[in-house]
């Protein structure tokens, strides 16, 4: 995973929010109301414009997981391998 996509990502919701933040309060609104609408604005512009960093960043978050849960189960591994051995017989000798 390229660290870029994540701060960029990163800095570009920051942004969603930080901005209308700032127009809104600079309009005097109160400042609670200003933070809930900004968070609410920068989570629809997030959503609508940010889709295809969002969907780069998961995919590499999900690859990057899902390589380090790899289980190595050398029990199951070994019973599968018996069972085809049985199997394998039993095939053999209704030939």
């Given at each position: 995973?390229?660290?870029?996509?994540?701060?960029?990502?990163?800095?570009?919701?920051?942004?969603?929010f930080a901005i209308p933040l700032i127009i809104m309060l600079w309009l005097g609104m109160?400042?609670?109301?200003?933070?809930?609408?900004?968070?609410?604005?920068?989570?629809?512009?997030?959503?609508?414009?940010?889709?295809?960093?969002?969907?780069?960043?998961?995919?590499?978050?999900?690859?990057?997981?899902?390589?380090?849960?790899?289980?190595s189960d050398k029990d199951a591994e070994a019973?599968?391998?018996?069972?085809?051995?049985?199997?394998?017989?039993?095939?053999?000798?209704?030939?």
């Amino acid at each position: 995973m390229k660290k870029t996509t994540w701060v960029w990502f990163t800095l570009m919701r920051l942004a969603a929010f930080a901005i209308p933040l700032i127009i809104m309060l600079w309009l005097g609104m109160i400042p609670w109301l200003a933070a809930t609408l900004s968070a609410i604005i920068g989570l629809c512009v997030s959503y609508i414009f940010f889709s295809k960093t969002r969907n780069e960043l998961s995919a590499a978050l999900y690859e990057k997981r899902a390589a380090k849960n790899i289980p190595s189960d050398k029990d199951a591994e070994a019973e599968d391998a018996e069972v085809e051995a049985g199997l394998a017989e039993e095939s053999k000798g209704k030939a």
